[in-house]
């Protein structure tokens, strides 16, 4: 008889201080660390604060936004440099080498919504940066770091996605066309071709806004969350043309944020009703429900060595032990091992 499941097991640590509700999370890769891991958390109050995953202590604090949320954060390839994104409506790069926190520019936002940024850089001096345009349906794309109006993307007349929540700027393997996915407020997900500034294709995704989406170039798949009760998973085929492949019913609605882990081998979301949820990317199998939180939670964010943190309402950020990249998925077929322990799959 095998052995019975027992229940997911605590975070590997967690992390206090952030002082209101973390929105949004971003690991630093170790070669921008200098050899350490760094985990970057934007808070409700404005701050961002720099964890060390060593000493499990904030590192540095950056104040830049004026009290107002900070709702996106991403590091560039190649230094030490990130930006955030607040509602103060700026855009801040800082520059972090050799001890420094300094704002080194920044760019204006016309959107008072929510949309997270993106950006396209693939170590090059110069990077493309998508943002939240001036009217509610626009996206504006900027060559950075000159700050260089590439194009608005606004859809045709008799269109009427809504506001885009969610971006994603990509490229695929071999081609020198950047193109965008954009979640929209009424449920679709968009696949713009910047270069001829059109809609390549579209497709109805959920009932509900989409709030967060992630896709795998390798696969030319992607998922999205919504504030309904559903996960869908399209795919990229070669017109290219967006298919829906299949949705997955949640117990609760509400899904603030998709990411997949760095390997293709797993994906988590972060769930309104308090839960982190884990699933297998490849058969979209769910693994676990990770319950710590005691409120809404805002961000997930995967490390490149496998750690998986959680950022909330209730001002903690949990940082879990998953699989780590290295080991073989086939456990996920029937049950997942988390932190040296089984659990019940989700």
Same mark, same amino acid.
């Given at each position: 008889?095998?052995?019975?499941?027992?229940?997911?097991?605590?975070p590997?640590?967690?992390?206090?201080?952030?002082q209101?509700?973390v929105?949004?999370?971003?690991?630093?890769r =170790?070669?921008?660390?200098q050899?350490?891991?760094? @985990? !970057?958390?934007?808070?409700?109050?404005?701050?961002?604060?720099?964890?060390s995953?060593?000493?499990?202590?904030a590192?540095?604090?950056?104040d830049g936004?004026?009290?107002?949320?900070?709702?996106?954060?991403?590091?560039?390839?190649?230094?030490?440099?990130?930006?955030?994104?607040?509602?103060?409506?700026?855009?801040?790069?800082?520059?972090?080498?050799?001890?420094?926190?300094?704002?080194?520019?920044s760019?204006? @936002?016309?959107?008072?919504?929510?949309c997270?940024?993106?950006?396209?850089a693939?170590?090059q001096p110069?990077?493309m940066?998508?943002?939240p345009?001036?009217?509610?349906? =626009?996206v504006?794309?900027?060559?950075?770091?000159s700050?260089?109006?590439?194009?608005?993307?606004?859809? =045709?007349?008799d269109?009427?996605?809504?506001?885009?929540?969610?971006l994603?700027?990509?490229?695929?393997?071999?081609?020198?066309r950047?193109?965008?996915l954009?979640?929209?407020? #009424?449920?679709?997900?968009?696949?713009?071709?910047?270069?001829?500034?059109?809609?390549?294709?579209?497709?109805?995704?959920?009932? =509900?806004?989409?709030?967060?989406?992630? !896709?795998?170039?390798?696969?030319?798949?992607?998922?999205?969350?919504?504030?309904?009760?559903?996960?869908a998973?399209?795919?990229?085929d070669?017109?290219?043309?967006l298919?829906?492949?299949?949705?997955?019913?949640?117990?609760?609605?509400?899904?603030?944020?998709?990411?997949?882990r760095? #390997?293709?081998?797993?994906?988590?979301?972060?769930?309104?009703?308090?839960?982190?949820?884990?699933?297998?990317?490849?058969?979209?199998?769910?693994?676990?429900v990770?319950?710590?939180?005691?409120?809404?939670v805002?961000?997930?964010a !995967?490390?490149? #060595?496998?750690?998986?943190?959680?950022?909330?309402? #209730?001002?903690?950020?949990?940082?879990?032990?998953?699989?780590?990249?290295?080991?073989?998925?086939?456990? !996920? @077929?029937?049950?997942?091992?988390?932190?040296?322990?089984?659990l019940?799959?989700?």
């Open positions: 008889m095998a052995a019975p499941l027992q229940p997911p097991p605590d590997q640590f967690v992390l206090r201080g952030t209101s509700a929105n949004t999370l971003h690991f630093c =170790e070669s921008q660390a050899g350490s891991s760094l @985990l !970057f958390s934007g808070s409700q109050g404005g701050l961002v604060h720099i964890w995953l060593q000493t499990r202590r590192v540095t604090i950056l936004h004026g009290g107002q949320g900070v709702t996106w954060l991403q590091s560039l390839p190649q230094g030490s440099q990130i930006l955030s994104q607040g509602r103060d409506l700026r855009l801040c790069l800082w520059d972090l080498a050799e001890g420094r926190n300094a704002i080194v520019d760019v204006r @936002l016309e959107s008072v919504g929510f997270k940024s993106s950006i396209l693939n170590g110069c990077w940066l998508a943002v345009g001036k009217d509610t349906d =626009e504006q794309i900027l060559e950075m770091p700050k260089t109006s590439v194009c608005t993307l606004k859809p =045709e007349a269109a009427k996605p809504g506001m885009p929540m969610c994603r700027l990509w490229q695929a393997n071999g081609s020198a950047p193109l965008l954009a979640g929209y407020e #009424d449920g679709s997900v968009a696949l713009w071709d910047i270069s001829e500034r059109k809609v390549c294709s579209q497709v109805c995704c959920h009932e =509900e806004p989409v709030m967060g989406l992630d !896709f795998d170039s390798q696969k030319a798949r992607g998922v999205s969350g919504s504030a309904g009760k559903a996960l998973v399209w795919s990229l070669g017109q290219p043309s298919q829906m492949c299949s949705t997955h019913e949640l117990t609760n609605p509400g899904i603030a944020e998709v990411t997949i760095p #390997d293709h081998k797993i994906l988590a979301t972060a769930g309104w009703d308090h839960r982190v949820r884990v699933f297998h990317w490849k058969t979209m199998k769910p693994l676990a990770l319950g710590f939180h005691s409120a809404s805002h961000c997930v !995967f490390a490149a #060595d496998g750690l998986l943190a959680a950022g909330s309402k #209730d001002q903690r950020i949990s940082v879990w032990s998953l699989y780590q990249s290295r080991d073989s998925a086939t456990p !996920f @077929l029937g049950e997942s091992k988390l932190g040296g322990r089984h019940t799959a989700a």
